[in-house]
């Protein structure tokens, strides 16, 4: 389905770094009249800088500049990662309809987040915590072998924290910041240390089982901080 035939054109920009963002992402975003997304996903495509024009975080609004821009031509949104992973791209689909949107996928940092940590995400628990906390228990999160958690805010970590804390005699707890960037870190974290940490907005949490790790209370994975 080409481009041209779509008026809203979303799409997904990776995780963050420049070389994670795919080249169909690039050529859709070349094709389009209007280029809309937050400020560090914009910074992404130089080449368009005159077609750029901030989108607001909150959903109302982000809705209302994307139908202030379609009489002006067709319109790119940048939203990160991938459009089908807790993403605006779910709205705004919603709202304009599937015969109106495009959607170029990206890479989401939870494939980055797994291929890290070198292990398999087909099976794993995916969990969001924007916004607001999980109506999930630590015990219903205890019978899945690998649970990812978007996070990214104090609520969330602390959150986070207390469902490690219950899991830690089985999971080990991974804390994936900033993945792709200059500044990316990947360590394992108690839930104590975790509970302490500084964590950035572009945060992900993960629980694996231990066996899967190759870890025993006697021997700890060589990875641990």
């Known amino acids: 389905m080409a481009v041209t035939e779509k008026q809203i054109v979303i799409v997904g920009c990776g995780p963050g770094g420049p070389d994670y963002v795919t080249p169909a992402a690039h050529e859709a975003v070349a094709r389009t009249d209007v280029v809309l997304g937050p400020k560090r996903l914009l910074a992404l495509f130089p080449d368009c800088a005159e077609r750029q024009n901030l989108l607001p975080p909150a959903v109302e609004p982000a809705i209302e500049v994307v139908t202030e821009h379609l009489p002006h031509g067709t319109v790119a ?19 304009f309809g599937q015969a109106t949107c495009h959607v170029i996928p990206g890479i989401s940092s939870l494939t980055v987040a797994f291929a890290r940590l070198g292990i398999s995400l087909s099976d794993a628990r995916i969990v969001s915590a924007h916004g607001r906390i999980p109506d999930l228990s630590a015990d219903e999160l205890s019978r899945s072998e690998k649970i990812a958690i978007f996070g990214g805010t104090k609520d969330a970590t602390a959150w986070v924290a207390r469902v490690a804390q219950t899991l830690s005699p089985t999971h080990t707890l991974f804390v994936c910041e900033n993945l792709t960037l200059a500044d990316e870190s990947v360590r394992e974290l108690t839930a104590e240390s975790l509970l ?9 949490m993960i629980l694996v089982e231990r066996h899967l790790l190759g870890q025993t209370d006697d021997r700890p994975d060589p990875r641990r901080g």
Do not use: K, N, R
Not at 77 to 95: E, I, N, Q, Y
Not at 196 to 204: N, R
């Open 77 to 95: 949104v940048l939203v990160s990662g991938d459009p089908g992973m807790f993403s605006l791209a779910t709205p705004l689909v919603a709202h």
């Open 196 to 204: 302490a940490a500084e964590l950035p907005s572009l945060t992900l």
